[in-house]
């Protein structure tokens, strides 16, 4: 499909879906095809489809880039209310298979040989068909079963076109749209590209396997697949198969006989220990991500998407970590307005305002009673009517800490997330005032003057030899100047009044008191001085009135 054909389709899409108002946002209107209209379609269980659900369909109708967009948008509860969260959760990477032929074409290119002579068998019947890749099954000549995930073909391609459009669509809606201006669509959409073009080399996937399994070496609780190497390119992954029970499936659990409460502890010991240890972790930890062994051990897969917390953002995200525990409005306003990547202002007295209401919502109440998802909700709803915006990784480290709130009270009804984030915040506090936390910011803070005072000098001079050459020029806006420009306005004016009217009532004297022909007139000439006199000081009365 041509460009131009890709542009049509988005917005025929959009309008048909009732989503007019969103073509228009992003600037396709001229592409809407003359008589189009929206569908007039209802959900049969539920009557009319709501917005969130109308925005879902398009997503899945317009393929395999907007669903992996949709499906990055869930995961930012800061930017979109819950009813759009929950709705683009349900969208699924699902898509039709790729015909055996061509799986078979492209292991030959990448790997050298056909399926055949690389494995001792391989089942052509996919395990699973996503957008990017296909899954297949195999097992080695040592016996060991294994995953074959082998890319679409032209899969690069149809993702860097859509990718593009997008790019030139969020750059629109910022010219157009205020919002999103304010949240930096722009931004979000060059995230996400660099997110999914990631998802689409398996090297790296296979180098995500390699780090968790490095991080968790000595936890024997936690299973990582093994890459094998000599059959993986980028093009072409695979890894050790694993099985068991998904975490979610509570009667074969049960069968199975692991110990549910044990288990919701594996799995929050292992999720917090890649977000505040390892600050790397799996970003997408569905029950269908995580198998259970009969031991009890958890196996993870998946690793395409993943999440890393630079040194420089962990700090800034322990300090609103630690305030949302401790439930401190004036530092987790602070930590907030630190942590937030905005672009707008910010109104500090409301956001405090609104984070002591927070507060006091959760205040005195035991932590066996605190929901951690209910309170990230009510938080991350203020944060958009601040419009504040979290950084990326952030968002998805509450996205996560929900969905394993969500899993642990499903294996065990008892599940307190809340107490163990407590657990894990005071030890963040102890290591913030640490010798060694204290030195590193030290050094930090030593390097950055360090350079500062290395840089000043030439900075000053460079600043010095512009002036010398044109001049110095100093830029006023001018929404600034028109309240001092109004008032030198109105104080001029009085002054020329009042030099006026004293002018007149000098002449006026001089003539009574010089002018013999005037004097029988002298009643008269009283009486327009004094009418000068009471008009000035009504117009200065005026204009005072009028300033204040």
């Known amino acids: 499909m041509s460009r131009r054909g890709r542009y049509q389709e988005i917005a025929d899409t959009l309008v048909r879906h009732g989503l007019g108002f969103l073509a228009g946002a992003v600037g396709v209107t001229r592409w809407i095809p003359a008589g189009r ?45 819950p009813a759009y969260i929950a709705e683009l959760s349900k969208l699924q990477d699902a898509a039709p298979p790729v015909p055996a032929e061509a799986i078979r074409r492209t292991i030959r290119e990448e790997l050298g040989a056909d399926p055949e002579e690389l494995f001792a068998s391989f089942e052509w019947t996919p395990l699973a068909s996503a957008s990017i890749g296909q899954a297949h099954t195999a097992t080695l000549a040592d016996g060991t079963e294994v995953v074959v995930k082998v890319r679409r073909p032209d899969a690069v391609r149809q993702v860097n076109e859509d990718l593009e459009i997008l790019t030139n669509l969020a750059e629109r809606a910022a010219r157009a749209w205020e919002a999103a201006r ?27 396997a390699e780090r968790f399994a490095a991080n968790f070496a000595d936890r024997p609780e936690v299973v990582i697949p093994r890459v094998h190497w000599d059959t993986t390119s980028s093009r072409v992954l695979t890894l050790e198969r694993m099985t068991g029970t998904k975490i979610s499936d509570i009667a074969q659990l049960d069968a199975d006989g692991v110990d549910r409460r044990r288990l919701a502890r594996t799995g929050t010991e292992l999720m917090l220990q890649m977000l505040f240890e390892d600050r790397f972790f799996h970003a997408d930890p569905h029950p269908g991500n995580m198998f259970v062994h009969p031991d009890g051990s958890i196996a993870l897969i998946d690793f395409g998407m993943v999440g890393e917390i630079s040194e420089e953002l962990y700090e800034k995200f322990a300090a609103f970590f630690i305030a949302f525990t401790e439930r401190d409005p004036a530092a987790l306003a602070d930590a907030l307005i630190d942590l937030s990547v905005t672009r707008g202002s910010v109104d500090e007295d409301a956001l405090r305002i609104g984070l002591t209401s927070f507060v006091g919502r959760y205040s005195g109440r035991p932590l066996s009673e605190l929901h951690f998802s209910q309170m990230a909700t009510d938080l991350l709803r203020m944060v958009r009517e601040q419009r504040l915006q979290l950084p990326g990784p952030v968002s998805l480290v509450i996205k996560v800490l929900m969905m394993i709130e969500g899993i642990g009270v499903q294996l065990d009804p008892d599940f307190d997330l809340n107490a163990v984030l407590t657990r894990y ?10 010798l060694e936390a204290l030195l590193r910011r030290m050094g930090s803070g030593s390097a950055d003057a360090g350079a500062l005072l290395v840089e000043a000098p030439g900075r000053v001079r460079r600043l010095l030899a512009q002036v010398d050459r044109n001049g110095l020029e100093v830029h006023l806006r001018a929404a600034e100047l028109d309240p001092l420009v109004g008032r030198a306005e109105r104080i001029g004016n009085r002054l020329v009044a009042g030099m006026i009217v004293a002018a007149l009532i000098n002449g006026l004297g001089q003539l009574v008191v010089h002018e013999n022909r005037w004097r029988s007139w002298t009643s008269a000439l009283m009486g327009a001085g004094l009418t000068a006199v009471t008009a000035l000081g009504g117009y200065l009365a005026w204009t005072t009135k009028r300033r204040r």
């Open 37 to 81: 209209t929206a569908d007039r379609r209802v959900d049969p269980g539920s009557g009319p489809y709501t917005t969130p659900q109308r925005i879902r369909l398009a997503l899945e109708e317009l393929g395999p880039t907007f669903v992996k967009l949709g499906q990055l948008l869930s995961t930012r509860p800061d930017l979109l209310p």
């Open 182 to 208: 304010t949240y930096n669509i722009p931004g979000i959409v060059q995230e996400f590209a660099q997110t999914l073009r990631a998802e689409l080399d398996y090297l790296r996937e296979a180098r995500n």
């Open 425 to 434: 915040a005071r030890r963040l506090t102890r290591e913030q005032l640490s």
